[in-house]
């Protein structure tokens, strides 16, 4: 009896070596391997979208299928610069900045009807509508209000001349409208659709919650088995339908990296979004890994009201967190825990953001390759003007800072998630050469979110994404007012905190400037307020990843992570 | 028999309303709300979208708000994606019921014979083998053994597509969600066959020249399925209910991921559909077992 045992467990483990084994062999094999319907593209982005209602949309991989299967006036090229999509031309602006007259092409929906002017000043009012509840409605607010606007019915200053021609009147110039005009909110909607699937005006999004609604892009959704799968096919009026050549997109609708990985592997897919944290370093030198720089930054948030700081001056608290940041190495974090080469940040407006003057905006406040243990003797000094002890340690590599002789813990909050946690863990490590304790708290992400807009944490990890190219999306956030100040700077009383009125003005003046070259300047001067704080250590620049099968091409993507399918080539 | 019945179904009731109570009030005391966003939602869009749902009142109001609507067949909209809750679920029950029942009915045909089987020759190497791999079967976790099933059979073997939107296979699915279930019923027959097998009236039976194979079958097995029953009532409802594990590897709109999603999503009123849903399919799958006793126990009474 104990030899059969023996031998089904020494059968079973063979089994399983064997299976170990063969699949090194066959990763390498399968990596080229395809569907080979060479008409449709196989692809994975996320799990089921929320809304693909483009006014609705507010993740990144909605508006990835927004862009695929809508278009507004403008859109992206390969070249990943701006170029005229429904629109004849780029926009004629007038001399102060303020009005923009766009001439359309005659296009229509994917039902044979018209799209018209018309359905812009629909569509783009119908964003601005409290009923609607479009989470990205504020980006109209450069828009300026016609005379008839109420609150709670707002109407823009754009107008139809005849069917072809808009005319959209703005607040003040804004360097980056074009790049709105590219954006999903601003894409049209059918009013006609929008409106028989709302009657009673408490259902905004009902017109495009199944497979079958009337749409004016490249693709139109003809299937949608939800949480399974999506399948898109090619609108023939889209307006540059000669040059879509791939007939169907084919979305496998899982957020599961292990299975999508598999699928991509076994040649179910011919891109895929993400590859899971433990393969990276296996893919990092194949050619389907493309990566794209993006407009964002990883960062940590002190709350500048917090604990942490009491009995220091604004200076003093300064110093403290900049002494934090002294520490942290940002070229160990990038290369271990991100490690498709993402940049490490020494300043907050991400690398490659425009100035709105036509030039690339430059900033940098310290070299963030060189963060860490070569920084110690700049720590010490900045902890000392902290106003905190500092005793030597044993050897140069270490100190030991305590406040009023206790030594210093740090909260850190972060939301559960593996790359989260590996940062936090580098940072504990850095910090711990200097006798800081830091204690990783993980919160599950809606109470994060939550726990992160009412300051209710210590330290917590922070990142922004850009929506659209302009350092005042980066620099705005911070402002008092904004939703997204999660570091509380110009709320609450603490005394350590910076006075934050002269940044608020700055903001404000940026909005309203009329002058793009001093606008521009203006910018420099908020974020150089702004990195004075150290309320918002920069730690690297995002960069996004996706695998695509070497016989697929034209598939490009944006600085803001949006995909677009439409152009590309699959061979066998 | 029909009194038993009815008061079962008003219990059942009582039930699924206080389960009903605890979760509404449960649910609206996690920190966190269903419109949070990474990006701060502007405060007018938000008081628009709690107006849209009622959110605006004090949670009593909104639970008999929400209950009425339930008893008038009413299951909301999602908060999370605005889609009517009813054929969400059902389309999703669908999935999860055709995989649920096709594994409880496998999971159960294959338990049955290999637990009988063990028990009837207890010691021997069929015994063994099977309690091998009942041990290996109920010790390891679903999602080992889903992807385990992933990697070997579509990715080594490449017999079954990782995805395809048109043809989805559900047999590796019904695999990983059968093979728990089947080494449990396999455990729990054997231990009641070998009791039923050691009890007098088989004897006697033996004693009488019953023929082996009705002592066996007729005997044996019926009161030897008693625990088998006991155990299938409240895991069939738990399997229908799909599992968020299996799902997620297998790319499958079942409900078992709407439990986890929901949560995380805060989407109330699929919290509240999902566990509504949940309650009743249990509170039915209890009923129902507890009325298949009686036929195979002739000495259960209702009455009493």
Redesign the interface.
């Known amino acids: 009896?104990k030899k059969?045992?023996t031998l089904?467990l020494s059968g079973a483990m063979a089994f399983s070596l064997a299976?170990c084994g063969?699949?090194k062999k066959?990763s390498n094999a399968?990596a080229t391997k395809t569907n080979s319907d060479t008409s449709t593209l196989?692809i994975?982005l996320a799990s089921?979208p929320?809304?693909l209602d483009p006014a609705l949309n507010?993740t990144i991989d909605g508006a990835a299928l927004a862009v695929n299967s809508f278009v507004g006036l403008l859109t992206y090229g390969k070249d990943g610069k701006l170029k005229p999509a429904l629109a004849k031309a780029m926009p004629t602006v007038s001399e102060d900045g303020k009005t923009y007259t766009v001439e359309l092409k005659e296009s229509k929906w994917s039902d044979g009807t018209e799209l018209t002017a018309k359905d812009f000043v629909y569509s783009w009012n119908r964003a601005v509508n409290?009923?609607t509840?479009?989470?990205y409605?504020?980006l109209f607010d450069v828009v300026a209000r016609a005379a008839n606007s109420t609150d709670a019915n707002p109407v823009l200053d754009v107008t139809a001349e005849g069917d072809y021609k808009l005319v959209i009147k703005l607040n003040a110039p804004t360097p980056y409208f074009d790049q709105l005009l590219a954006f999903p909110v601003f894409m049209p909607v059918p009013q006609a659709a929008v409106e028989k699937a709302n009657p009673n005006g408490?259902?905004?999004?009902?017109w495009a919650?199944e497979a079958g609604f009337v749409s004016n892009g490249a693709y139109t959704l003809t299937?949608w088995?939800?949480?399974?799968?999506m399948?898109y096919e090619k609108n023939n009026n889209y307006y540059d339908a000669k040059n879509v050549s791939i007939k169907k997109l084919?979305f496998?609708?899982?957020?599961?990296d292990?299975?999508t990985y598999?699928?991509y592997?076994?040649g179910?897919?011919d891109f895929i979004d993400s590859v899971p944290n433990d393969e990276l370093k296996n893919v990092l030198k194949s050619k389907e890994l493309k990566t794209v720089d993006q407009l964002g930054t990883y960062y940590i948030g002190f709350n500048v009201n917090s604990d942490l700081f009491s009995g220091m001056t604004p200076e003093q608290a300064t110093s403290f967190r900049k002494g934090v940041s002294d520490l942290i190495d940002r070229k160990y974090i990038v290369d271990t825990v991100g490690q498709t080469g993402q940049v490490p940040a020494g300043a907050f407006v991400p690398k490659g953001m425009h100035d709105g003057n036509g030039k690339v905006y430059k900033s940098n406040y310290f070299d963030a390759t060189k963060t860490g243990s070569s920084n110690i003797e700049q720590a010490k000094k900045d902890f000392k003007a902290a106003g905190l002890e500092v005793k030597n340690g044993k050897d140069k590599s270490s100190f030991k800072v305590t406040k009023n002789g206790q030594e210093i813990t740090i909260p850190y909050m972060i939301n559960t998630n593996t790359g989260h946690q590996k940062v936090a863990e580098c940072i504990q490590q850095d910090l711990a050469v200097a006798g800081i304790k830091v204690n990783i708290d993980t919160e599950?992400?809606?109470?994060f979110?939550?726990?992160r807009?009412d300051g209710k944490f210590t330290v917590a990890r922070e990142?922004w994404v850009a929506d659209y190219d302009d350092p005042i999306n980066m620099l705005e956030i911070f402002s008092t007012k904004?939703?997204?100040n999660d570091v509380q700077l110009g709320k609450g009383n603490s005394t350590a905190a910076p006075d934050w009125k002269h940044y608020d003005e700055l903001i404000n003046k940026i909005y309203s400037s009329t002058d793009n070259a001093e606008r521009a300047k203006l910018l420099h001067e908020a974020e150089k307020e702004l990195m004075a704080t150290y309320a918002a250590v920069p730690i690297y620049f995002y960069n996004d990843i996706y695998m695509q099968k070497s016989n697929v091409t034209g598939v490009y993507s944006t600085v803001f992570g949006n995909k677009y399918f439409m152009y590309a080539k699959k061979t066998k | 028999m029909s009194k038993y019945i009815l008061k079962r179904v008003i219990l059942a009731i009582v039930s699924i309303v206080i389960v009903s109570a605890i979760t509404f009030f449960a649910m609206n005391l996690i920190p966190g709300g269903p419109f949070n966003k990474e990006k701060a939602v502007s405060p007018q869009v938000i008081e628009e979208l709690n107006k849209r749902y009622n959110l605006d009142k004090p949670v009593p109001q909104q639970y008999v708000l929400y209950m009425q609507n339930i008893l008038k067949g009413d299951w909301g909209v999602s908060l999370n994606n605005g889609r009517p809750i009813w054929p969400d679920i059902t389309s999703r029950f669908a999935v999860s019921a055709k995989l649920g029942f096709s594994a409880v009915f496998i999971a159960t045909i294959i338990g049955v014979i290999l637990g009988s089987i063990a028990a009837l020759m207890r010691n021997r190497w069929p015994d063994r083998i099977i309690v091998f791999f009942t041990t290996l079967g109920t010790a390891m976790p679903s999602f080992v053994l889903a992807t385990l099933l992933l990697l070997v059979i579509c990715l080594q073997l490449g017999w079954i597509p990782v995805f395809d939107a048109d043809n989805p296979n559900y047999i590796l699915p019904i695999i990983a969600l059968s093979v728990y279930p089947m080494a449990y019923i396999t455990r729990l027959t054997k231990t009641s066959m070998l009791d039923a097998l050691n009890q007098d009236y088989i004897r006697t039976a033996k004693a009488k020249g019953v023929a082996r194979s009705k002592l066996i079958f007729v005997h044996a097995l019926r009161n030897a399925l008693i625990p088998v029953v006991t155990y299938l009532g409240p895991e069939i409802a738990y399997i229908l209910t799909g599992s968020m594990v299996v799902e997620s590897i297998f790319t499958i709109g079942g409900l078992g991921s709407a439990f986890v999603t929901s949560i995380n999503n805060r989407d109330y009123t699929m919290i509240m559909a999902v566990t509504i849903f949940l309650a009743i399919l249990m509170v039915v799958a209890n009923l129902l077992t507890d009325i298949a006793y009686k036929f195979i126990d002739p000495r259960i009474d209702f009455n009493n």
């Open positions: 009896m059969l045992v089904v299976g063969s699949s066959t399968n196989f994975n089921e929320d809304k507010t409290p009923k509840a479009s989470d409605s504020y408490d259902k905004p999004g009902a919650q299937k088995k939800h949480n399974e799968s399948t084919n496998m609708l899982s957020a599961d292990t299975a598999a699928a592997k076994s179910d897919l599950e992400w809606n109470v979110i939550q726990d807009k990142g904004s939703g997204n």
